[in-house]
């Protein structure tokens, strides 16, 4: 009997030890290791504490919007607007600064622009029945223009008691737009496993008709997940503006790939009910790590852009493969179309 027992914990512990392996987290955490070490060959710069602190927080701002991205993926939509709400929330809040307001309530109206616009794109999703794809791409444009309208295209200035957020440091060097980042990764992950409300995005996500028989409010869900997405790209901008000490309406130009892109390379599925926080605080890790690599290597910044793209892809043709749905490229299918084909 113990001989059993003892077998029993033996093939537990094996199989436990197999699924973390299998985890795409556990192999996003190795791709990330193994090209670290490589680069620290070619350059031994990267590997030191000050570069390595400076990678985390050059990811900050795309890894604060990726949790949001990934909540709003796995419900299976996607937002394209971040990076115009991101620099809306900043500016709405150097211009509340500008006009006498107090600078944590200044704050507060930029990260609640970020909201309210959220809660307009899901609003439209739900109750339109729009696809997210067009009502964000809607709103990339409306968020930019109406940036552009209240800076008239000049420079916010942030508020100096502000700065900590986005120039400050603790323990040694540690950057404070470090640690809310890591603070909002891990509340996003309990978030997402430990909460009714990521258990509902997750139902939705895999199933929408079975979540609305099971008594799911899916139209209340999906509207939240795009609140709350609209909510830490406000976090976002607060923290990408007091980085530079501006908020300026360019803000943000380009982040919506980035942001897709580390979700969907840290396990987020294109097609919707899978993804993971902590994988796309890895994903984040990994485009930060690359960009650090081109420039401690002094490669080309189009090879850069093409190295990233790939990487967007490969991951994926991975998420597809895992969910089953590349079989016909396996070779006995191959060759059956084949033999097919020469008996036609």
Not at 153 to 158: A, D, E, I, T, Y
Not at 183 to 207: E, K, P
Request: glycine letters at 14%.
């Amino acid at each position: 009997m113990k001989a059993t027992v003892a077998q029993r914990q033996e093939r537990s512990w094996k199989d436990g030890a197999l699924s973390l392996v299998k985890r795409q987290e556990t192999g996003l955490l190795g791709v990330i290791i193994v090209l670290a070490l490589l680069v620290s060959l070619a350059n031994e710069n990267f590997l030191r504490k000050d570069n390595l602190y400076n990678v985390l927080q050059t990811v900050v701002v795309v890894g604060i919007i990726a949790v949001g991205q990934t909540f709003v993926l796995i419900a299976k939509e996607i937002d394209l607007s971040v990076g115009s709400v991101l620099a809306l929330s900043a500016v709405s809040a150097g211009a509340a600064y500008g006009n006498g307001v107090n600078p944590w309530l200044a704050m507060a109206i930029g990260i609640g622009v970020g909201a309210l616009s959220g809660f307009a794109v899901g609003s439209v999703v739900v109750l339109g029945r729009v696809s997210s794809f067009i009502v964000t791409l809607g709103m990339l444009s409306i968020a930019r223009g109406l940036t552009q309208l209240l800076t008239g295209g000049l420079p916010q200035s942030m508020p100096s008691e502000l700065s900590f957020i986005g120039q400050g440091r603790v323990f040694g060097g540690i950057p404070i737009s470090v640690i809310i980042f890591l603070v909002l990764v891990v509340l996003g992950q309990l978030l997402l496993t430990r909460t009714v409300f990521g258990l509902r995005v997750t139902a939705i996500g895999d199933n929408d008709a079975a979540a609305r028989t099971g008594g799911i409010p899916v139209g209340r869900t999906r509207i939240l997940t795009f609140v709350l997405i609209g909510t830490l790209a406000g976090v976002a901008g607060i923290v990408f503006a007091t980085q530079v000490g501006v908020a300026e309406a360019q803000a943000g130009m380009g982040y919506e790939l980035d942001v897709i892109a580390a979700a969907v390379i840290g396990g987020a599925s294109l097609s919707g009910g899978r993804g993971s926080i902590i994988g796309a605080f890895l994903g984040a890790c990994l485009l930060g790590v690359l960009r650090n690599a081109f420039i401690l290597l002094a490669l080309s910044p189009f090879l850069q852009q093409l190295s990233i793209g790939l990487v967007i892809v490969l991951a994926a043709l991975f998420d597809q493969w895992r969910q089953g749905n590349l079989r016909h490229l396996s070779p006995a299918r191959l060759r059956q179309r084949l033999v097919a084909r020469q008996k036609a």
